[in-house]
């Protein structure tokens, strides 16, 4: 198992590179076919003076306001005591409305990558 840009939280270059990993992947299952429930990004990571949050949580976010759900990836450090991957539901509130979740918790690897595509994919259809 490699990690993958294991030094994203300490190296700026690597953690827009990690970003654009996963909307690269994420966006084909998001918006491929699915025009009627379009997805768009949730959560701006960016403090008040406008410096870019950069602590993984989350990594990468989506909501479509049609279908009423929202997805965040939430990218951690390897640890060894720490699961590669897990997901669960859970419910946001957007705007004042009620939105299902889909909350993805991991450290990068190929593996954890194709389980989270998995997930969002039966997520979102």
């Not at 990690?18 to 990571?45: A, F, H, M, R, Y």
Request: hydrophobic share 35%.
């Amino acid at each position: 198992m490699k990690v993958l840009f294991e030094n994203f939280l300490d190296d700026e270059s690597e953690y827009v590179q990690c970003q654009e990993l996963w909307e690269t992947n994420l966006s084909p299952l998001l918006n491929g076919d699915n025009k009627s429930n379009p997805w768009v990004q949730w959560i701006n990571n960016v403090f008040a003076n406008g410096r870019p949050m950069r602590d993984g949580n989350p990594i990468v976010s989506y909501f479509s306001e049609s279908a009423s759900k929202c997805i965040r990836v939430v990218q951690v450090e390897f640890h060894e005591d720490e699961m590669e991957f897990s997901s669960w539901n859970d419910q946001a509130e957007i705007n004042g409305t009620n939105f299902t979740e889909l909350v993805i918790h991991c450290y990068l690897t190929e593996n954890s990558l194709d389980q989270a595509k998995a997930a969002i994919k039966e997520f979102v259809n």
